[in-house]
């Protein structure tokens, strides 16, 4: 479910034409909906209420400050994976106590601030990893709290590049090594082993592996039990998949039905890392055409937005849906199917204007004619959207807009052209 519809032929969010937006604000533009953000963190919410779970936003997923603000005022913690993003967490209004941070190399700096501010605990993913926070603590007289992240050697589950239990990926500690340098820790002085982390891979559209995954986990934490640590949080990740061409998702409940159990039988402190699932379908990335042109046999649709703004179709051939803001007479708003033939459509490259035969939204897309000036939207582009975008080809950032009824207001402006130079020349003559 999300707030974007047609209404009279014309893409609405919420209650704001799109088309007003992208005349106020420019285009390449993101255009977020408060009511879909806040209608996804609810139904995680709801769906776990009996597990009584620390929701940690994914800050990766999208990493706006306003958008991170919502998520505070409502009830999420955050998962952060740099000292950048620990940055933008409590810039969101974040706490200390609701924050865990995880990512295979983080360096002295980050684990001295994450410890300035009393994290919740940090995944750890590496047997030297453990040791140098052991150390850093230790030099502090203090006691760091950690969750060992494993990698339960699940079969393959998700696009190769975003699977991260599978065997062989850099992630976490192998689950045959857990308990041995579990051991290692029991009575440490300045490292504590509060939990298990398991983040599955991303996105997933079936239960089963956080089956397979959570059943791993409890004999796991059964066994640190066993050598006398005081396991008191089962960290599950993210990963819930969400719906980019039709509805192939799952609902948060099933996955409900399977960790909630889990985290019970367990006896810890459910913990989960979503992003995709809130944020996905709360944003669009909304383009004007520039020209469009046939060469080769082919059919191009060039806009101004690119593999800089969006790169998920580029880097994991993500299919994304894409679809005139206010289609020609004759066309469905929207069509319930995109990957059938269209009648009167004809099939499209969408590209941009990076210099790359890489730089494209969607390929082979069946797409009414469109013309210059025309409006595209490209659908569930809230995550990793912007938060994987970058100035490739002197392209500032899109601007992003949040719409809340019938309201909307700037919450990241457009870069501009200084914004490209100023870190160059800011540096000393
Ligand atoms: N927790 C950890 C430790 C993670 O590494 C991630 C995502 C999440 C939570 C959030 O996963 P989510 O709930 O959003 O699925 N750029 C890729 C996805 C990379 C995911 C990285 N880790 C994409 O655009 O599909």
């Keep these: 479910m999300d707030h974007f519809h047609y209404r009279d032929r014309a893409l609405f969010c919420e209650d704001v034409a799109v088309a007003d937006l992208a005349t106020e604000y420019g285009t390449p533009l993101y255009v977020y909906s408060r009511a879909t953000l806040l209608h996804h963190l609810r139904q995680i919410q709801t769906a776990f209420a009996a597990a009584e779970p620390l929701i940690c936003y994914s800050l990766k997923t999208n990493g706006n400050i306003h958008i991170g603000r919502l998520m505070a005022e409502h009830g999420a913690g955050f998962d952060v994976t740099s000292g950048g993003e620990l940055y933008r967490a409590l810039a969101s209004g974040g706490v200390g106590e609701k924050i865990v941070f995880a990512g295979v190399g983080k360096t002295d700096d980050e684990i001295r601030t994450a410890l300035d501010v009393n994290i919740r605990f940090f995944n750890v993913e590496s047997e ?23 990698n339960p050697d699940l079969p393959p589950k998700t696009h190769v590049k975003t699977d991260t239990s599978v065997k062989g990926v850099k ?3 192998d689950i045959e090594t857990v308990v041995e340098v579990a051991g290692q820790y029991v009575g440490h002085p300045s490292v504590e082993i509060v939990g298990l982390h398991m983040h599955l891979g991303s996105p997933i559209l079936s239960v089963e592996p956080y089956r397979m995954g959570a ?6 934490i059964e066994k640190l039990r066993r050598q006398g640590h005081r396991v008191t949080h089962l960290n599950m990740g993210g990963g819930f998949g969400i719906h980019y061409r039709k509805q192939e998702a799952l609902p948060a409940s099933a996955f409900a039905e399977v960790l ?38 082919k059919h191009y649709v060039i806009q101004d937005a690119a593999m800089n703004d969006l790169i998920r179709p580029t880097l994991y051939e993500s299919f994304h849906r894409i679809w005139p803001v206010r289609p020609a007479d004759g066309f469905p708003a929207p069509p319930s199917d995109y990957e059938v033939e269209i009648p009167g459509t004809r099939r499209c490259d969408v ?3 990076v210099c790359e035969s ?3 939204l969607a390929r082979e897309r069946w ?26 080809n002197g392209r500032p950032r899109a601007a992003e807009v949040l719409v809340d009824g019938s309201r909307h ?5 457009r870069e501009t052209y200084e914004d490209l130079v100023r870190p160059e020349r800011e540096v000393p003559a």
């Design 128 to 150: 030297e990893e453990l040791a140098n926070i052991g150390e850093i603590a230790r030099s502090r007289g203090q006691k760091a709290r950690v969750a060992l992240r494993v």
């Design 171 to 173: 992630f976490g500690l």
């Design 215 to 220: 059943a791993k986990a409890l004999d796991l």
């Design 260 to 297: 909630v159990p889990a985290a019970k039988q367990s006896g810890c402190q459910l913990v989960l890392e979503p992003g995709r699932f809130i944020v996905g379908n709360a944003g669009i990335l909304l383009s004007r055409v520039l020209y469009t042109k046939s060469t080769g046999g």
């Design 351 to 353: 590209v941009g204007p």
């Design 358 to 360: 890489g730089d494209f």
């Design 367 to 392: 797409l009414p004619p469109v013309s210059r000036g025309e409006l595209l939207a490209t659908f569930s582009a809230g995550a990793y959207g912007m938060s994987m975008s970058s100035n490739y």
């Design 409 to 413: 207001r700037l919450i990241r402006r």
